[in-house]
């Protein structure tokens, strides 16, 4: 490894899966040439985190410290940046690497590197020979190819879920090419659900929103959705079927996939962004009789991360957040599994002393 300068900054992680998040002490590595150091001001909460801190994916490297939706300000920069200067607004979301020499990182799809990615935590770290630690400390050392501009005009807080939530669902709907004239089905109103809303909306697209809950109907009006559809009720669901251009299925609880499916018409697709534990059965007739494709998407490359943020800068987009301090993480998660949350808590970096 190279042989670099460390120092000690203060993080919250979990020394195991059955333990509680907690105050430690990891090391970060000085800034080389083309490195930013970013002092952490907010960082969202993923399900990714959850699920990795409590080992739940079954490939968690302890000491473990969570978080990919990172906006702070940058306190130094490498001799040879060029994109970013000290006391600029930046971010880091859920990719610190790759190794930009596959078909895929030319592309700009390093997601999907065909060597495999270095993701924000619980990666191989190139530089200090362990693992990589995520957003829950103090600060943070990227290179400036992996590190993100912030708009200007955005609130910093609630701009920090856009680095997982907003390009998870900006993503597949741009790829899917949602805009006007197209029917777009958004499963499921949470983190992510909340964000494929407003996101879609804002490319033009008439929204459906589907849930299981009643009391949502409401709250998908106010975030943009043209209709709400209570997904429990065989005679709503008629109403779409054969009907939508594609849907967004964000849901990761085990659910009838076929019903979304059958709501597709001739040449639509459904990409799956939830992430269900056990597979999801697929009847074939929900595809065949329509040409019909069902497909997953995950986050994005670097420059789509950008294009997101600008384009959320453009259009006034940013998450609905619950702003929580540091020592509250593990009653946040808590809630989460509950789905009490509308729809993404962002802690106060400040708070971890």
């Known amino acids: 490894m190279e042989d670099i300068k460390v120092k000690e900054v203060k993080a919250f992680g979990t020394s195991a899966a059955d333990a509680p998040l907690e105050q430690m002490t990891i090391k970060r590595r000085d800034p080389s040439p083309h490195d930013v150091e970013i002092q952490i001001m907010f960082c969202g909460v993923c399900h990714s985190d959850l699920h990795t801190a409590r080992n739940e994916w079954h490939g968690t490297i302890y000491p473990c410290i969570p978080g990919h939706e990172i906006v702070g300000k940058v306190v130094s920069v490498g001799s040879e940046v060029k994109k970013f200067k000290t006391g600029d607004f930046a971010a880091v979301g859920c990719l610190v690497d790759s190794c930009r020499e596959c078909e895929y990182c030319i592309e700009g799809l390093e997601q999907y590197c065909a060597k495999g990615n270095v993701q924000t935590y619980n990666s191989a770290d190139k530089h200090l020979g362990k693992q990589t630690y995520g957003g829950y400390s103090q600060s943070i050392v990227v290179d400036e190819s992996f590190v993100l501009s912030v708009p200007e005009n955005l609130d910093p807080a609630a701009t920090a879920p856009l680095l997982c939530a907003g390009i998870t669902t900006y993503s597949p709907l741009k790829h899917w090419n949602v805009g006007p004239g197209k029917k777009v089905g958004i499963v499921g109103i949470g983190g992510l659900g909340h964000m494929g809303v407003k996101i879609a909306k804002a490319m033009g697209a008439e929204v459906i929103v589907f849930t299981t809950s009643a009391g949502k109907f ?136």
Request: net charge negative.
């Open 218 to 353: 409401e709250d998908a009006k106010r975030l943009g959705a043209d209709d709400v559809v209570l997904s429990k009720d065989r005679e709503q669901m008629k109403r779409y079927a054969g009907k939508l251009h594609f849907v967004l299925d964000a849901v990761s609880a085990q659910h009838d996939i076929n019903a979304y499916l059958n709501l597709l018409r001739v040449d639509g697709s459904l990409a799956l962004v939830g992430a269900p534990e056990d597979p999801l059965p697929v009847a074939a007739f929900s595809l065949i009789p329509g040409r019909k494709s069902f497909a997953g998407s995950m986050i994005g490359g670097l420059a789509e991360t950008q294009e997101m943020l600008d384009f959320c800068g453009k259009h006034n987009i940013v998450a609905d957040i619950e702003m929580i301090n540091m020592q509250q993480i593990n009653e946040a998660y808590d809630r989460l599994l509950k789905g009490d949350v509308k729809y993404r808590f962002v802690i106060d970096m400040a708070s971890l002393s």
